[in-house]
């Protein structure tokens, strides 16, 4: 069984994972882990924080000489703003002189209102520490452990920023992009026209002391058909995916393929046509790819495609009315550093996100110890599709 935890406050000490089930025999390096972490701290509009952390995960445990032993893998992650809270986010306890940076002036779109009342907290801090997108740092680096696991069986991840605000990518070509692009951009986009329009909407934002959204694309390539199953509502795989997504902080909207947009169009103008193809071992393909490589909640053998929508940011130098916790008085939200907008780095974690829901997959239906266990079974089971389709 695969699972994976964090732990570890916005400006605590520091984050941890710990990551069960991955197999023995895989080649891992702090440095293979570092690229996505630094992919994640990128992209215009963010706060200040990101000029302060250089995000690097440690490895602990579970990894010998640079190779998975197939126990269970842990990392720690400073976060290097502590030196600036060491008092205020200490886990011991302190002396009542000391500044505590608590606030109680609840912030609109946070999870701080709820979260006081939830965990009886009257120091709002104590809810919008964990809360924090902080924590999605330590959902890249388990990403950026199960990206290694799925290369294995060439499975890539790619992610784009599709729109920010109202202005749109209408880009939905998946085969010939030139995903260096998105390493370059700022902005995550693989449309250069768009690079300088999704800049100056974040500006205006900035300039209008508010925030702003937008939608993010993640793609999965060389899937096999059969991840996934219909034989129970939480084995299907778009669900999985959903909730894996949903769960990112701020998302609001998770659509597999043309899920929207096929809600406007006939039938036949929505399903995607199978083939013969005698290019591969599926001896299948499909003409389109609306149904974004999942039917049934199974892999279809097409790339899986998920868009998702990020709401703007909760906490704006121009704040709501709102009030505070403990006396109920109205009053002006809190202001804390934040970011302007966070849907370039969003694409990074949902693309661990899929690989951490895909590692799932793979390892429930494929099994093994050892990494060279479930290639061998991944390879005697992709030889059973050689009996369909004929010769
Ligand atoms: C990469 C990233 C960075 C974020 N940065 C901030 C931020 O600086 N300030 C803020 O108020 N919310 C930020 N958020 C969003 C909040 O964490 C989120 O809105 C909050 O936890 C409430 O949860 P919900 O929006 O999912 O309901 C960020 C989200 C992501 C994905």
Redesign the pocket.
Known sequence: MFRFLTAGESHGPGLSVLIDGLPAGLDISEDDIKVDLERRQKGFGR?GRMKIEKDHAVIKSGIRHGVSLGSPISLWIENLDHENWKEAMSPYPVNNSVDKKEFTKT?P???DFAGALKYKQHDLRNVLER???RE?TARVAAGAICKIFLLKFGIDIKSRVISIGKIESNDENIDNVDWTLTETSEVRTTSPDLEKKFIDAILKSKKERTTIGGTFQVIAFNLPVGLGSFSQWDRKLDGKIAQAMMS????KGVEIGNGFKNTKKAGRDVHDVIVPDKKDKRNFKHLTNHAGGLEGGVTNGEPIIVNVA??P???MTNPLPSVDINTGEIVEAQYNR??IC?VP??CV?GEAMLAIILTDVILEKFGGDHIDEIISNVSNYTNTHNEFGGK
Do not use: L, R, Y
């Open positions: 706060g912030v779109g946070h999870a809360a924090s997108a999605t990112i902080n701020a998302v990020i709401k940011i909760a906490t934040s970011d966070q780095p969003a974690i």
